[in-house]
């Protein structure tokens, strides 16, 4: 055994101990235990901000860009942030133990289906240190223990606030290894994570693409993913033109960098003021990439090429293309869809059911902007992630998201004839 | 691309494609089309007895065992048994379109998860060709198209099938591509399969331990697998003795090559009546291997080695150990189970329910034979496996297991803040 595979067995194992404790603890215990760890972090606020202020200075040093290093920067007010979104999640309600179905047969067993945490979560993360106090607290609401491992920048911020949610939930009997941090900063550590089937039950990455790629390439734990927000909005020739143009901008323009922001925009060739909304757009600040028949409608468009239609700008740039009507826009959104969210304007609830059946994507919308693609917006409290894949959980992924089921049978002495 | 890449992506394609259709398909024409499908395999009957024909004898010359010739063969009557199980997925309900939850957000957005088809199932399978009829009409009943790849020895009778199948489907208007056989017997072909990440979205090995051992290591698509049945059953102290009698010997015998089996069996040392319990094991015919304490009681027993606690043996051995209470057989299951069924045989209700919190199975029961361990007995209808994984499905996975959900947003033209 290398160094690492030793080091994460060894993580892996204790966390596995960690979650068998854990199944015994009472919902109440779970929220004070993350109640006591917001506190802590408070309590530790100047050990935190001295950390994260020697990642800064390390950072800086090594030629980090300024939004990397926004990203990695805790002040007072940001570290309260962190403190109260424990507490927010501390107040969501606890999913373990609910009972999904029930079957009583005809031989008197009863057959429930009840909700258990998945496990042991491995979350592999940037340089954002907030992760660690997010996916910690998540994790263990739902039950599960962790093993972080965040971006080797912020390694003394998310040592500090690792020790201070330790010191919280230890301070209310809970194990301290049901959270634990990978305290090297070497990358083979990481691999030896997404290889360690049976210790590690579910992998989340949670950062840019190259990460996420990386992490779906190696491993061989499962993995829960987000990858692309490659969002469309079609604009049926029944669409309401006052929601079309509202729906269109928001989609667009209220923050583009958001994974639910609209990327291509598809206008039905009968819809009757298409120039009216690229106008809108325009007139809002965004760069209109067109095809032929978008480009004659406004000379402050540009011509789209194929790269366009396949691609997640995060930026004030749209592409735009008419199509033939609701089979045409699926056609496209089936070709070149992440499977993020796709949304259609149309006030002919059949083309709306229609669209909504049809097109193959974790959130599909009537009349609304993409750019509610939130596990808060949709009630789900916090959310660990937005999923692409298809299968455990899809879309935005929240406590539920963390949980798998067993099945418990109830007999009197019953045996299979 | 090699021949076999060409042959998956196109296949893949293709899938894809017959998927898109099926999404637009009633519920009443998927069942009428897997009745045409089982009529069409009794009107082939002839055609699909001279393939089986075929395949025994090529199988019989390369000296393939009598177990697998048996598995390999069709008569009349398994042909009947194979239509008629068709029928009985037709009959099932069909779960997509279920509304799992709905909320109405203060905004007037309204949310709902709406269970939806995985999208293109891959089966990997051995010499069995019911598999192929089977694992066709589970897929189909829950909208799924699928890619089926069965033993070489089973080609001709596979060919067979498949060719009723899709005439049958057709001749109800669904897409020919909804159900497909791979109709090479190259090996490379299953490798590209467990590859086709964005064609297929599930893979299912059913078969023995190598095949699925082998699909697990390749695959970079998701795997649903169904590894071993360490099935472990805990006698109490408070155990009534005719129930733990009853359940032990039913659990170990009633069929010993089925996984819900147990396998190791784990008495509490102050259960009153071990002795009685190890005789009704070892009158029933059982190999009992016992540890020192085991051994002591009847001198019919055999010594336990290490391997035991880890073996799944599907015949009738049991191994068998005397346990210092709840708490030591929970450490020995944690151990040792390979979280398909573990038992607990008591008349504590807060015992039963310690059991239930922490063995950490599949499938859990209290006073139960774990030879109920089957999605008929679950009531679920016709089960595609039993599924020892955390994520996604876990325990016997029928139909609803065959699907994810997708989020269906309805709005009024809301655009976010």
Redesign the interface.
């Known amino acids: 055994m290398t160094e690492h595979q030793k080091l994460v067995t060894d993580m892996g194992q204790r966390a596995r101990a960690a979650f ?1 404790v854990l ?2 603890v009472t919902d109440e215990q779970k929220a004070r235990a993350l109640n006591a760890a917001a506190a802590k972090l408070r309590s530790d606020e100047a050990e935190i901000l001295a950390a994260n202020a020697a990642d800064m200075e390390r950072s800086r040093a090594n030629g980090l860009s300024d939004a990397m290093l926004d990203r990695l920067m805790i002040d007072s007010e940001r570290l309260e942030g962190i403190a109260s979104a424990i507490e927010q999640v501390a107040a969501l309600p606890d999913p373990v133990g609910a009972v999904i179905d029930r ?1 009583e ?1 005809p031989n008197g ?1 009863v ?1 429930e289906r009840v909700r ?1 945490p ?2 042991v979560i491995g979350i592999i993360y940037e340089s954002r240190p907030n992760v660690t106090a997010d996916a910690a607290a998540l994790g263990l609401r739902s039950g599960n223990a962790v093993i972080l491992r965040g971006g080797s920048e912020a390694i003394e911020s998310n040592r500090a606030i690792h020790k201070a949610m330790t010191d919280g939930i230890v301070s209310e009997g809970l194990p301290e290894d049901a959270i634990q941090l990978v305290q090297t900063t070497d990358r083979a550590a990481v691999g030896e994570m997404l290889k360690a089937a049976g210790l590690i ?2 992998i989340i990455p949670r950062g840019g693409k190259s990460l996420v790629a990386r992490v779906q390439q190696e491993a061989r734990v ?1 993995v829960l993913a987000h990858l692309d927000g490659i969002n469309h909005t079609y604009i049926d020739k029944t669409a ?1 033109q ?2 079309a143009v ?2 269109a ?3 667009k323009m ?1 923050r583009t960098g958001v994974c639910g922001a609209m990327e291509t925009l598809l206008i039905d060739q009968d819809y009757p003021a298409p120039a009216a909304l690229l106008g809108a757009l325009l007139d809002a600040g965004c760069e209109v990439r067109g095809d032929d028949a978008v480009m004659e409608l406004d000379s402050r468009t540009v011509s789209a090429d194929s790269q366009d239609w396949d691609t997640e700008y995060l930026a004030p740039i749209v592409s735009v293309r008419m199509v033939g009507g609701l089979d045409d826009a699926l056609d496209h959104i ?1 070709e070149h869809s992440s499977h993020h969210t796709d949304v259609v304007v149309a006030e002919d609830e059949a083309v ?1 059911n ?1 669209f ?3 097109a ?10 993409s ?2 693609a939130d596990g808060g ?3 789900l409290g916090a959310e660990i992630g937005i999923s692409t ?4 959980a ?3 992924v929240a406590l539920e998201g963390l949980t ?13 004839p």
Not at 360 to 369: G, R
Not at 404 to 416: D, H, I, L, N
């Open positions: 068998a199944s015994n079957n047969r067993l057959m258990v998945l496990g039950d579910i499962p309401d006052e929601k509202a729906i901008v928001n989609a209220r089936a709306a229609r909504i059946r049809s193959d994507s974790a959130i599909v919308m009537w009349n609304a902007s750019q509610f917006e949709f009630g894949g298809r299968l455990h899809r879309g935005p798998t089921y067993k099945w418990v049978v109830r007999g009197t002495g019953q045996v299979r």
